[in-house]
C-alpha cells in the first residue's frame, strides 16, 4: 500500500514542501524515528481517542504519552479514553492500523496538537503505512489542519 494519495494531492494543492520517506517497517513511532534518524521529539503520533462519542486525533510526539487528565481538560470532556481499533479503523479506510497521518481534516476529524510540537520546525508521521514517513514543516501542519493546541501530553 503506496502513502495516502489524497495526503499527497493535499500538500501538492496547497504548496507544502514535503519529503516522502521510505524505510523500513516499523510499527511504533519512536521505531520510526530511529529509522529516520530524526528526533523523537520530531516524530508525531497520531491517536485517534473518544471524547463521548466523538472521535479526535490527539497529535503528540513520540517521546510523550498522553495525560488522561490533561486531555480530559482540554477536549472539555469528562469521558475521554483511546478508541479501540474497531471503533476507528473504518475512518482511515486506506491507512493500515495504526499508521493513519495526524491530517484529520482530511477524514472529517478535529484534531488535537500538544503544545510541545509547536518547538518544532519540521515534523515526521505516518503516512498511511508502516514503511511511509512524510516530513513537512510544523507552521505548514498548523496552517493545513488548524489544529487546537493545548498540553496534553508528558514526556516519557
Same mark, same amino acid.
Given at each position: 500500500?503506496?502513502?495516502?494519495?489524497r495526503?499527497?494531492?493535499?500538500?501538492?494543492?496547497?504548496?507544502v514542501i514535503?519529503?516522502?520517506?521510505?524505510?523500513?517497517?516499523?510499527?511504533?513511532?519512536?521505531e520510526?524515528?530511529?529509522?529516520?534518524h530524526c528526533?523523537?521529539? *520530531?516524530?508525531?503520533?497520531t491517536?485517534?481517542?473518544?471524547? !463521548?462519542?466523538h472521535?479526535v +486525533?490527539? @497529535? &503528540?510526539?513520540?517521546?510523550?504519552?498522553?495525560?488522561?487528565q490533561?486531555?480530559?481538560a482540554a477536549?472539555?470532556?469528562e469521558?475521554?479514553?483511546?478508541a479501540s481499533?474497531?471503533?476507528?479503523?473504518?475512518?482511515?479506510p *486506506?491507512?493500515?492500523?495504526?499508521?493513519?497521518?495526524?491530517? !484529520?481534516?482530511?477524514?472529517? +476529524?478535529? @484534531? &488535537?496538537?500538544?503544545?510541545?510540537?509547536?518547538e518544532?520546525?519540521?515534523i515526521?508521521?505516518?503516512?498511511?503505512?508502516?514503511?511511509?514517513?512524510?516530513?513537512?514543516?510544523?507552521?505548514?501542519?498548523?496552517?493545513?489542519?488548524?489544529p487546537?493546541?493545548?498540553?496534553?501530553?508528558?514526556?516519557?
Amino acid at each position: 500500500m503506496p502513502i495516502v494519495s489524497r495526503l499527497v494531492e493535499y500538500l501538492d494543492e496547497n504548496g507544502v514542501i514535503y519529503a516522502a520517506i521510505r524505510h523500513p517497517k516499523a510499527y511504533t513511532a519512536q521505531e520510526v524515528a530511529a529509522q529516520l534518524h530524526c528526533k523523537g521529539k *520530531e516524530m508525531v503520533k497520531t491517536v485517534v481517542v473518544k471524547a !463521548g462519542r466523538h472521535s479526535v +486525533l490527539a @497529535v &503528540l510526539p513520540a517521546t510523550h504519552r498522553i495525560d488522561f487528565q490533561l486531555l480530559s481538560a482540554a477536549l472539555q470532556f469528562e469521558d475521554v479514553r483511546l478508541a479501540s481499533e474497531p471503533e476507528f479503523l473504518n475512518l482511515f479506510p *486506506e491507512c493500515e492500523p495504526g499508521a493513519m497521518p495526524p491530517f !484529520g481534516n482530511l477524514y472529517g +476529524l478535529p @484534531v &488535537l496538537c500538544d503544545n510541545s510540537l509547536t518547538e518544532d520546525e519540521v515534523i515526521h508521521f505516518n503516512a498511511g503505512t508502516h514503511t511511509d514517513a512524510v516530513r513537512v514543516r510544523f507552521e505548514d501542519f498548523r496552517r493545513l489542519v488548524k489544529p487546537k493546541i493545548a498540553r496534553f501530553a508528558r514526556h516519557l
